[in-house]
């Protein structure tokens, strides 16, 4: 029998934060004065997985604009700044998650890998009370290649094996996500995989995840315990 849980990692948009619809506003935001749209449907299927880079070279090409990178960088110190602007309007966490996050944090380590910004994350951890609970923050910013990549999940382990002085297993870790392309990222870096139906049915996850649940504040500790010692 498996040893059970030893660290959890988290994503953050859709399963931490309900940021997903204020990264479409950013998006569109920055989009409209060019006269170009991202449609809500549009966005959710073929472009909430990726970062802002990918987003924006995936944007680029699907719409045959042929921007090049000097245009995307400007493209995306522009989305985060609208974005920021958002988020300082109001709370964003999902129901239960401070809690969820608080008990977990008593239990094993955990850490967050995303694709959203490093400075994002911490900003609406740091407003939250919750940053000093994680090992470690992943953003997109501090990769060669986002989701669905394995390389973000690749990152956080690897901090997390460093930091704790007892060792951990990917076969232990749960990733816990909100979209096919997370659970591809973790299942690339060997680790198990919780999905949560924050932001698509469970019947786009469950292929890729073992276990679906409706958001942290139904997901409990002994479920993943029981999940890794199977």
Known sequence: MSAGLQAIIF????????????HLLAYQQVLAPLNLQLEHETYYAHYLGYDDRGAFRTYSRDNGLGWDDGTI?????????????LTA?????????????????????????????????????????????????????????????PDPYLEAFDRLARATTTPIEPSQTVAIEDSRWGLVSALGARLRCVGVTNTYAAAELEPHAELVVSG???LTLEALDALCRT
């Not at 859709?14 to 619809?21: H, Q, T």
């Not at 960088?73 to 602007?85: F, V």
């Not at 959203?116 to 923050?137: C, G, M, N, S």
């Open 73 to 85: 960088e400007r493209l995306i110190a522009a989305k985060s700044t609208c974005y920021d602007e």
């Open 89 to 149: 309007r109001g709370e964003m966490l999902f129901p239960g998650a401070a809690d969820f996050i608080r008990e977990a944090a008593r239990r094993v380590p955990i850490a967050i890998a995303s694709g959203a910004q490093t400075h994002e994350i911490e900003e609406v951890l740091d407003r939250a009370q919750l940053r000093p609970l994680f090992v470690t923050v992943v953003g997109a910013d501090q990769t060669a290649r986002s989701k669905p990549s």
């Open 11 to 22: 994503d953050f948009d859709g399963v931490i934060a309900d940021s997903e619809r204020l």
């Open 216 to 218: 942290l504040d139904t």
